[in-house]
């Protein structure tokens, strides 16, 4: 048999894009008009081009920028060798870079997810295997996903900002509408059960007292009963007491307590008071965390994310690290696109364990970047593409009118505090405040 010589990287595009964002509420502010995200695609001396999108702003898309120098010539298929040469030119980025907000400010582990998954579309697209089969094998056919619900201002994002289209109907509508207490998360709920059906809630906390989220959850219970399980994530703005008196008030109401407080030792002990499992996204969030979470027991649930654990592969390793410390994988969104949607249910597909909805922002996003369109939801779930790859292809059109969208609206990173003080003067982000 005759062996293939594996393709050279001769071109790598970078592409930032800004896409709709409604005005939804979190721990750390408010989201602005437009999240910032960035495509990268990766094309070989053959043609094949690969694609992946992360979290944008100009710290990343400047690093990109540096790092194509040691993509181009490359193959895709030296991952790790790549890995390797991307951290000791940029020099290893601390667990602490993450930063305390809700999202994780790191800028290595971002672009070495954009590189790998790129590369993994192109292996599939040479193998003709799609991106599930490059990480071991479909465990399922189908990936579930959570209703991801918010407090928010009425408001559409993009140019309408905080007005809205009154011509929308169902979710579309739903979406703009305000929701800043229990019957307007319930009324969110229900519309995005609707349109989507998910079988799981998840409510983003952090944003009003304890004791108002807690109402939330339970008219969330009383509206849709016992067999939809409740999650609420405070993206650890609790202190340890508040987080121990408020979780055994939803004991056996929600199924997992995400984030209540901040840091792993602040977890550990919130979870030997609690029968709740604990799930993070932002105490165990790199591989320098595990022996911490491991020696002090952070969590039950680490909600992996590939965009910042490092790629697909990287998350493939994480899951076995999680079943031999006993801890559950799943799944940690930010605003996305498609193309992020697509990886992540490829690797959802191939994790040997999924024993929760995972977590996506996808019905917060109004605009696609890729051919096909907007993906769809059955009964909550997406069913793994089988084509070669990701099975998406960039839409050029698209592309280029949010690229266009990203020139015109000024932003340069992330900043819910600043958007936030556009609203009420003087806000600021408190790392713990109940
Ligand atoms: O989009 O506002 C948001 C979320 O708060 C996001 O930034 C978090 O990273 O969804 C995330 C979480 O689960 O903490
Ligand atoms: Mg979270």
Redesign the pocket.
């Known amino acids: 048999m005759k062996i293939k010589s594996a393709p050279r990287i001769r071109e790598m595009i970078i592409t930032p894009i800004a896409i709709t964002d409604p005005p ?5 502010g408010l ?1 602005a008009p437009y999240a910032l995200r960035t495509i990268v695609e990766l094309i070989t001396d053959d043609n094949i081009s690969g694609v992946s999108e992360i979290p944008g702003n100009t710290s990343i898309n400047e690093a990109l920028e540096e790092a194509r120098q040691l993509i181009i010539g490359r193959s895709p298929i030296q991952l790790s060798s790549i890995g390797r040469e991307l951290e000791s030119y940029f020099g290893k980025e601390t667990a602490s870079a993450r930063g305390e ?4 400010q790191r800028k290595l582990v971002h672009i070495f997810s954009a590189i790998e998954v790129a590369c993994l579309d192109i292996i599939g697209k040479i193998t003709g295997l799609p991106v599930v089969d490059l990480l071991g094998g479909k465990m399922r056919d189908r990936v579930p996903f959570a209703a ?1 619900l ?1 407090y928010k201002y009425e408001g559409a994002g993009g140019e309408l900002g905080f007005n809205i289209d009154r011509n929308a109907t169902g979710w579309n509508a739903a979406r703009q509408a305000k929701a800043i207490d229990p019957e307007g998360i319930v009324h969110q709920a229900k519309a995005m059960g609707k349109t989507f059906g998910f079988r799981s809630i ?1 409510l ?1 906390g ?1 944003v009003f007292e304890p004791d108002q989220e807690t109402a939330a959850v339970f008219a969330l219970r009383e509206a849709f009963g016992e067999h939809i399980p409740l999650r609420i ?1 405070p ?1 650890a703005l609790w202190t340890v007491e508040t987080s121990i008196q408020y979780g055994r008030k939803m004991e056996g109401i929600i199924e997992y307590l ?2 209540p407080t901040r840091g792993q030792k602040n977890m550990s002990i919130v979870r030997q008071a609690l029968k709740t499992p604990l799930a993070t ?2 105490c165990t969030t790199s591989f320098d965390d595990i022996p911490g979470s491991v020696a002090v027991g952070a969590e039950d649930i680490i ?1 992996s994310d590939h965009h910042f654990w490092g790629g697909l592969r990287a998350s493939m390793e994480l899951s076995k690290i999680c079943s031999t410390f006993g801890r559950h994988l799943s799944m ?4 996305h696109l498609g193309i992020s949607l697509a990886a992540m249910v490829h690797l959802g597909a191939a994790l040997p364990h999924l024993p929760y909805d995972l ?1 996506t ?1 996808y019905p917060w996003q109004s605009d696609e970047v890729i051919k096909t369109g907007r993906f769809n939801f059955e009964d909550g779930a997406i069913a793994v593409p089988n084509e070669p790859g990701l099975g998406v292809e960039l839409d050029r059109q698209a592309l280029a009118r949010l690229h266009q969208n990203y020139l015109q609206c000024g932003l340069t990173k ?1 900043d ?1 505090e600043t958007e936030m003080q556009k609203v009420v003067p003087g806000w600021k982000f408190e790392a713990v405040r109940w």
């Open positions: 939804l509420l979190n721990a750390a989201h907000t809700p999202w994780d991801y918010f998840k983003k952090g994530d993206n995400e984030d996204n932002m909600l940690h969104s930010n605003s977590d922002h992330r819910d």
